[in-house]
């Protein structure tokens, strides 16, 4: 079980603004780990789309943000767009234990 | 540029062993600051973080499949193999592995991934 907490689903029409949170504790995105989120389109692998909480790899869309404040972090989608509809992932570092990287339960962008 | 590819069974019997190889390109496995993991998802779920090893040899494990798994490197053949034991059906997903920077933390290039399936 994902110590990553994310909502199910979001949908937004297209060119709105959708938001999604990952939800952390002290012992990951508390502890200043830093979040990255990964768009997997259907039958496909998962692609980095923001590392290091706000960085967009070279070829990602100014469109995707990220930012983080405390425990939690959030991914927004400005400008939805048809090929925006995908599963949506965050994923940390939990410094509990022996120290272990974590995926969050992921979302599923609908686009209306 | 940066390649992976993932190579094994695509079928195995509860309680068999699985063994998984990772096959890349595009960089060395040599250094602290690059490493593999490997990550699985069931069909319809979502993805869990199995194990990585970096280049100086550290190894991390998920703490819920410690006691089950392996992961190893062969730099001279560019390989990393990941092992686990006593599979289950539950243990059905895609497996993939990808590159991960330590300084970053992230899974920046990613294998296309493998079904596996477990039935007897």
């Known amino acids: 079980q994902s110590v990553l907490t994310q909502p199910p689903s979001v949908s937004g029409a297209p060119g709105q603004r959708v938001t999604i949170s990952c939800t952390g504790s002290s012992s990951n995105i508390g502890a200043d780990y830093d979040v990255h989120w990964y768009q997997q389109l259907p039958g496909t692998a998962p692609k980095l789309l923001i590392y290091g909480n706000r960085n967009r790899p070279s070829g990602v869309p100014d469109r995707f943000s990220g930012s983080k404040s405390g425990t939690s972090a959030s991914l927004a989608i400005t400008g939805l767009q048809a090929e925006d509809e995908a599963d949506y992932y965050c994923q940390s570092y939990d410094s509990s234990l022996s120290g272990f990287h974590v995926f969050g339960t992921g979302t599923k962008v609908t686009v209306l | ?120």
């Not at chain 2, 993991?37 to 550290?58: F, H, M, S, T, V």
């Not at chain 2, 499949?65 to 059905?92: A, E, F, G, Q, Y």
Request: glycine residues 8%; proline residues 5%; contains cysteine.
């Open chain 2, 1 to 120: 540029q940066i390649t992976l590819k993932e190579s094994g069974p695509t079928l195995v019997k509860p309680t068999q062993t699985l063994t998984l190889t990772c096959t890349f390109s595009g960089f060395s496995l040599n250094t602290r600051a690059v490493g593999v993991g490997w990550i699985r998802q069931p069909p319809g779920k979502a993805l869990e973080w199995l194990a990585l090893i970096y280049g100086n040899n550290d190894e991390r494990y998920s703490p819920s499949l410690k006691t089950r798994l392996t992961i190893t490197k062969d730099t001279s053949k560019n390989h990393v193999v990941l092992t686990m034991t006593n599979m289950d059906p539950v243990d059905t997903a895609t497996y993939y592995c990808a590159h991960n920077t330590y300084e970053t933390g992230a899974f920046d290039f990613w294998g296309q991934g493998t079904l596996v399936t477990v039935s007897s």
